[in-house]
C-alpha cells in the first residue's frame, strides 16, 4: 500500500481555474456538469420559482441548525451560516448570518475534491468535518463546518454547507483562544476534512474524537448534529426539486444565479470611476506583553468592471494576529457583499469572480502555517475588512450618484471576553465557558445623508443578535448591572456615527471563587471604526475590571450602581490581549466599538445635537467642545454662542495648525457647477492637466489633484488622542509603545476638517487615497 505525508503546503487552499480544479479531481468521481449553453435554456418563470426554493431552503437550514443546537452562540447570537454550492463548490446561495464564514467554505469543498475525492472517496451519503483555517472551513479553529455532497443518478451535482462557532474546542485556554500561544500548538487543533458521516450514518469515532477535545462536549455535539441535520434536510430537499424540475434545469438555474449576480455587479463597478484608492489600519498588542502595533496596509485598484485588492507592505507574521489566506479572503467578502451587493443576490460565488487578491506570504493577513490564528477573523481579517470598507467608501463618495452608499466604518472589530469557571449556584458544579455577546450590539458607520444605526448589530453579521440579558443571567453565574446604550460613543461628524454600548456584570449571588477571564481586542489605542470626509472616529474599546467595588453582592442591596462612579473599588484596564480574573468582589465591564461619524461635526446642523443630547446620544459638554453647540438651561440651542463657539474652534485649529492669526473664510455654497466631487468636502476642477482641487464649501482652491499634490496644501494639526472627544481613550500608553496623536486636515481657507484619525504618529498622510482617478 503506498502512503504519503503531505506537507503544510498541501493543507493550503487557493481558487484555481475551473480546468485545472477539474484535472485535479479523481476520475472515480462523476461530476454533473452543464455547459454554457445549457445554463440560458431555462424560461423566466422557472427560473424565479427554482431560484426563491433555493433561497427557503437555505433559510430552513438555518431554522434546523438553531433550533437543534444548544449552544447560545447560535441560539441567542447567530454566529453561524450555510451555503448552497454547485459541484465544485461555488456558492449559489448564502445565509445572511455570519457573512464571514461563508466567505471561504467554498475553499473548503475545493481542497475537499481535490484530496479526498480518490481517498478516502467521496460517495452518496457521506459528509466531511472540518475546522482548519489553512484550508477555510472555518477562519481559526473554532469555526466548524460540515461539507455534504448531494449526489443523483450517481453523479455529483452539488454540496451543502453548515458552519457555527463552536464555545470551546481544547487547547490551553477555556473558549480555545490563548493570548500568549506562540504558534498554532499552543490553540486548538485544526482538523482537515475527515469524514464524519459515511453511506448516511455519523462515524461514531469521529464524533467522539471530536467532542473528546472539547471543555464542553455536550454542546459540541449537539452542534455537529445540527450542522447535520441542516445538510441533509437541505439535501432531501434539493433532490425533491430535482425530482420536480430535472437535474439540468436546478443546475441550470443555479449557474444563472451566479453568472446574474457577477453581471450585476461588474455593471455597477463600470459606473463607479477607475483608480486606485489606499487605507492602512493597525493590530495592536500581537500577544500577551507586546507592545507594538502592527500594520495593515490595502491599495484597491478599480478598473472597468474589476477590483483588485492588492495587501503588500503589510506586516510579518507574529504573535496569535494572524489569519491564513482564507480568512483575508473573508474578511474582503463580509465587506463587499454588504457594501456594494446589498442590492443583488448573495449568489456568492458569481459575486467572488469580480475581485482579485494580491498579497504577500507570511503576513498577518496570508499567515503560513504554524502561525498562531486563533483570532483571526475578529483580528487581521476583520481589520482588512475596515480598510476594504474604507476604500470602497472613497470609491463610492467620488461618484454622485452612488454617494447614498457610502459609509464610515462600523464598531471596528468585536470585543472578546471570555468568562469561565465553575458554576456552583443551586448546590450543582458544573464547569461553563461563556464569551460576552453583548458585544454583537455595535454601532454602524455615519453615511453622507444619515446617522450610523445605534447599537444595529454587525455589517458581517446582518442577522447579529446581542442576546437576551436574562438568558445570559440563567446560563451562567453572572449578573448584570447594566447593558445600556453609551453617551458619546458615536463618532461625532456632520453626519453622527451610530452608539455602541457598555455592559457591567458581577458574579452572581451564590457564586464562590474566581472566575478566569480572557479578552482581545483592537482598536483600544488606534481606532479601527474610522470616521470619513473628517468626521471623527467611534469610541476607543474598553475593558475593565473593578476591584474591591463596594456593592460586591446584589443579595439586600437597596440599590444598583448605575455607572463605574458609583461602583467604588480600583480599575484594572485590561490589555488588547491577555488575561485577568474576576473575583466575588469584582466588576467587569466591556465598552465596544461605535460606528465611525461623516463629515466635520462643526458643521452638523445645531438642532440635530440639540436632538442628541436630549435624547442622551450626546453629552452637553461633547455638544459645546466638539460640535461647538450651546445649549441653554431650557434644553434648547443658543444661536449667538454657538456661532461664537464654532467660530472659536475654527480658530483654535488655525493656531494649531501653524497658522496664528489666520481668520477663517466663511462657509458658503460657492458655484462649482462643472466640478466634480471627491467627498463631502473636496471637488475637483477639470483641467489639462489633471485638475484642481477646490474646497465645496468656501471655493478655497488647494492644489493639484495629480499624485495626490494638494495634500501638503492642507492646514494639518496632531492633537492629543482625547481631543478628537470624550469618548477616545486618553491614555494609548497603557496599551502601545507608539505615541498616538488625533490627527486632522483641513482646509487652508474654511478649515474645515478633511481628514480626522487616532493613529500613530508615523501613520502616513493620505497623499495617495486622493491619487489615479481617471
Not at 433559510?59 to 449552544?71: A, I, K, N, V
Not at 483600544?524 to 469610541?539: C, E, I, S, W, Y
Not at 455607572?563 to 465598552?591: K, M, N, Q, T
Request: charged share 20%.
Amino acid at each position: 500500500m503506498k502512503s504519503t505525508i503531505p506537507g503544510s503546503d498541501e493543507f493550503t487552499s487557493r481558487p484555481l481555474p475551473r480546468a485545472e480544479l477539474l484535472s485535479r479531481i479523481s476520475p472515480r468521481l462523476p461530476l454533473h456538469q452543464l455547459d454554457d449553453e445549457q445554463t440560458h435554456q431555462v424560461n423566466a418563470l422557472t427560473y424565479e420559482v427554482v431560484r426563491h426554493r433555493l433561497w427557503a431552503i437555505t433559510q430552513e437550514m438555518g431554522e434546523t441548525l438553531r433550533r437543534m443546537s444548544g449552544s447560545h452562540v447560535v441560539t441567542e447570537s447567530n454566529d453561524f451560516n450555510f451555503s448552497i454550492c454547485d459541484e465544485l463548490g461555488e456558492q449559489v446561495q448564502v445565509g445572511t448570518y455570519n457573512i464571514g464564514l461563508i466567505g471561504s467554505m467554498d475553499l473548503a469543498v475545493t481542497w475537499t475534491l481535490q484530496h479526498r475525492s480518490d481517498n478516502p472517496g467521496i460517495a452518496e451519503g457521506d459528509m466531511f468535518l472540518c475546522n482548519d483555517p489553512w484550508i477555510g472551513g472555518g477562519l481559526h479553529q473554532n469555526d466548524a463546518a460540515v461539507l455534504a455532497p448531494i449526489f443523483h443518478d450517481g453523479k455529483l451535482f452539488g454540496w451543502t454547507t453548515a458552519i457555527a462557532h463552536q464555545v470551546d474546542l481544547g487547547g490551553p485556554r477555556p473558549g480555545s483562544f490563548s493570548p500568549s500561544a506562540h504558534d498554532v500548538f499552543g490553540e486548538a487543533v485544526p482538523t482537515p476534512p475527515v469524514k464524519v458521516v459515511r453511506d448516511g450514518v455519523l462515524q461514531r469515532d469521529i464524533a467522539d474524537a471530536w467532542v473528546r477535545r472539547s471543555r464542553l462536549p455536550h454542546l459540541v455535539g449537539l452542534d455537529l448534529r445540527a450542522k447535520i441535520a441542516a445538510n441533509k434536510n437541505a439535501g432531501e430537499q434539493i433532490l425533491r426539486l430535482i425530482g420536480k424540475y430535472g437535474a439540468d434545469t436546478v443546475k441550470a438555474v443555479m449557474r444563472r444565479m451566479m453568472n446574474d449576480a457577477e453581471r450585476r455587479l461588474r455593471a455597477k463597478l463600470e459606473t463607479l470611476p477607475d483608480g486606485t484608492w489606499t487605507a492602512v489600519g493597525y493590530q495592536e498588542q500581537a500577544h500577551t506583553g507586546d507592545r507594538g502595533l502592527h500594520p495593515i496596509k490595502v491599495a484597491m485598484t478599480k478598473e472597468r468592471d474589476r477590483l483588485v485588492f492588492d495587501f503588500r507592505g503589510t506586516a510579518g507574521q507574529t504573535g496569535i494576529i494572524n489569519c491564513p489566506y482564507p480568512g483575508l479572503r473573508a474578511g474582503i467578502v463580509f465587506t463587499v457583499l454588504p457594501l456594494l451587493a446589498g442590492d443583488i443576490p448573495w449568489a456568492a460565488g458569481g459575486l467572488m469572480r469580480c475581485f482579485e487578491i494580491i498579497t504577500d506570504e507570511d503576513t498577518i493577513t496570508n499567515a503560513s502555517f504554524p502561525a498562531a490564528v486563533g483570532k483571526g477573523p475578529f483580528g487581521p481579517a476583520w481589520g482588512a475588512g475596515n480598510l476594504v470598507a474604507e476604500v470602497l467608501a472613497k470609491m463610492l463618495d467620488a461618484e454622485p450618484a452612488r454617494r447614498g452608499d457610502v459609509q464610515s466604518i462600523c464598531n471596528g472589530t468585536t470585543d472578546l471576553c471570555v468568562v469561565s469557571g465553575v458554576d456552583v449556584r443551586s448546590g450543582a458544579r458544573k464547569g461553563f465557558v461563556s464569551p460576552v455577546f453583548d458585544v454583537m450590539a455595535g454601532g454602524y458607520g455615519a453615511q453622507v445623508h444619515y446617522d450610523g444605526v445605534d447599537t444595529g448589530g454587525r455589517l458581517i453579521i446582518p442577522s447579529a443578535r446581542a442576546p437576551d440579558v436574562e438568558m445570559t443571567e440563567y446560563l451562567y453565574p453572572l449578573v448584570a448591572l447594566w447593558r445600556r446604550e453609551q453617551t458619546d460613543s458615536g463618532g461625532p461628524g456632520r453626519q453622527r456615527g451610530g452608539m455602541s454600548g457598555s455592559v457591567c456584570y458581577v458574579q452572581h449571588p451564590d457564586q464562590t471563587g474566581t472566575m478566569s477571564l480572557v479578552v482581545s481586542g483592537t482598536g483600544k489605542a488606534a481606532n479601527q471604526n474610522v470616521g470619513l470626509a473628517g468626521g471623527h472616529p467611534g469610541n476607543s474599546q474598553l475593558d475593565l475590571v473593578v476591584r474591591g467595588i463596594d456593592a460586591p453582592r446584589l443579595a439586600g442591596a437597596t440599590a444598583i450602581p448605575a455607572g463605574l462612579d458609583e461602583l467604588g473599588g480600583a480599575i484594572e484596564v485590561l490589555p488588547c490581549e491577555g488575561e485577568s480574573h474576576l473575583g466575588p468582589d469584582d466588576a467587569l465591564y466591556l465598552h465596544w466599538q461605535a460606528g465611525g461619524g461623516y463629515g466635520d461635526p462643526l458643521l452638523r446642523p445645531a438642532g440635530n445635537v440639540r436632538d442628541d443630547v436630549l435624547h442622551a446620544r450626546v453629552s452637553a459638554e461633547a455638544a459645546r467642545d466638539v460640535y461647538g453647540v450651546v445649549l441653554r438651561e431650557d434644553g434648547e440651542v443658543d444661536p449667538a454662542a454657538t456661532d461664537e463657539t464654532r467660530g472659536r474652534l475654527r480658530q483654535q485649529r488655525a493656531t494649531g495648525s501653524g497658522l496664528p492669526g489666520t481668520r477663517p473664510a466663511p462657509i458658503g455654497a460657492p458655484d462649482l457647477s462643472g466640478a466634480r466631487r471627491l467627498d463631502d468636502n473636496l471637488a475637483v476642477l477639470e483641467s489639462p492637466d489633471g485638475g484642481t482641487v477646490v474646497c465645496t464649501h468656501c471655493g478655497t482652491g488647494i492644489g493639484p489633484l495629480a499624485g495626490g499634490a494638494f495634500v501638503a496644501a492642507l492646514a494639518r494639526r496632531d492633537a492629543a488622542p482625547a481631543d478628537a472627544g470624550p469618548h477616545i481613550w486618553r491614555d494609548p500608553s497603557v496599551y502601545v509603545d507608539a505615541e498616538i496623536v488625533f490627527r486632522q486636515l483641513f482646509c487652508p481657507g474654511c478649515l474645515t476638517a478633511v481628514y480626522s484619525r487616532v493613529v500613530p504618529v508615523h501613520h502616513p498622510l493620505p497623499d495617495d487615497d486622493y491619487r489615479s482617478w481617471t
